[in-house]
């Protein structure tokens, strides 16, 4: 267990401290009441003291308000990094070899993400250095942007209209958790319906289930996986694909590289226990 002690001469000082602290805490995968005890820190008739046993039912509607959506920017910052990291070199593959642009055009990757119940439909394009991102058929955002990867975590920055922006993102299974300033925000990834239906179907046992080209493997033969750790990438029609473990146990097959083709029924990994 762990806990924050934030002292502080004063009141309201002891309160950002506190504040400050909680922003460092990111956790995903269980509930937490990290973000309700952010905006308790920063209500103004806490930080004023003025308080009371039903503080709580009182001010309910701005202590759990509805989840936070993310900017135009910090969304664009976020796929562009999402798509990023998950479109490495690779000297197999064309898709990757020269990452978004071909043949001296704009080259345009589109990413399918839910906030919620809404559908977000993701078109990236690369023009030089910047990435111009718009969604659902709505305006380009400029961004220009950087990340760094470490296991399941990206960390993107970058700029859009001379604003400095930051985001980080916890990948856990099809949910992506982003934190971004100072509000955490959980989009999923929209599997098409022709891929949901087969693992409805139970049948995500390392068959693919769409033509496609494998853009990247994560794991290789003897590695020890469990029941939704990913294994491969596969690029469908432009789109990227995680195909996951469908059991726990032992690598003992990778049937294709990077940037080979699959047809539909093909094995992409064979596992035993």
């Known amino acids: 267990s762990s806990g924050i002690n934030a002292e502080w001469p004063l009141r309201p000082g002891s309160l950002a401290l506190l504040h400050s ?9 269980l509930s937490t ?20 046993t039903d503080f709580i039912k009182e001010h309910g509607d ?5 989840p936070p959506s993310l900017s135009e920017e910090n969304l664009a910052l976020t796929a562009v990094s999402y798509l990023l990291s998950r479109t490495t070199a690779s000297s197999l593959s064309p898709w990757t070899k020269s990452m978004f642009s071909r043949l001296n055009l704009n080259h345009v990757e589109e990413l399918k993400l839910k906030d919620g119940d809404t559908d977000l439909d993701i078109k990236i394009r690369c023009a030089g250095s910047s990435y111009f991102v718009s969604v659902n058929s709505g305006s380009e955002v400029e961004v220009d942007v950087a ?15 001379n604003k400095k922006l930051e985001c980080k993102i916890v990948q856990d299974g099809d949910n992506l958790h982003v934190f971004c300033d100072g509000s955490e925000t959980v989009l999923s990834r929209n ?7 087969d693992d409805e179907a139970g049948l995500d046992d390392g068959v693919a289930s769409v033509e496609g080209l494998v853009q990247k493997i994560f794991a290789g033969i003897g590695d020890v996986v469990k029941a939704g750790d990913i294994i491969l990438q596969v690029n469908v029609m432009k789109m990227l694909f995680d195909i996951s473990a ?3 146990g032992v690598i003992s097959s990778i049937c ?4 080979d083709r699959v047809s539909k029924g093909q094995l992409l990994y064979e596992l035993e226990e």
């Open 256 to 259: 294709f590289n990077e940037g």
């Open 33 to 52: 009441n990290i973000k309700f005890l952010k905006d308790l820190a920063t209500h103004p008739n806490f930080e004023s003291a003025d308080v009371h």
């Open 191 to 197: 599997v098409p319906k022709y891929l949901a239906a």
């Open 147 to 161: 990340i760094s990867a470490e296991d399941n975590v990206i960390y993107g920055s970058g700029n859009s209209a």
């Open 62 to 66: 701005t202590l759990f308000p509805s």
């Open 246 to 248: 469908h059991k726990d």
């Open 21 to 29: 602290k909680l922003q460092e805490y990111h956790v995903v995968g």
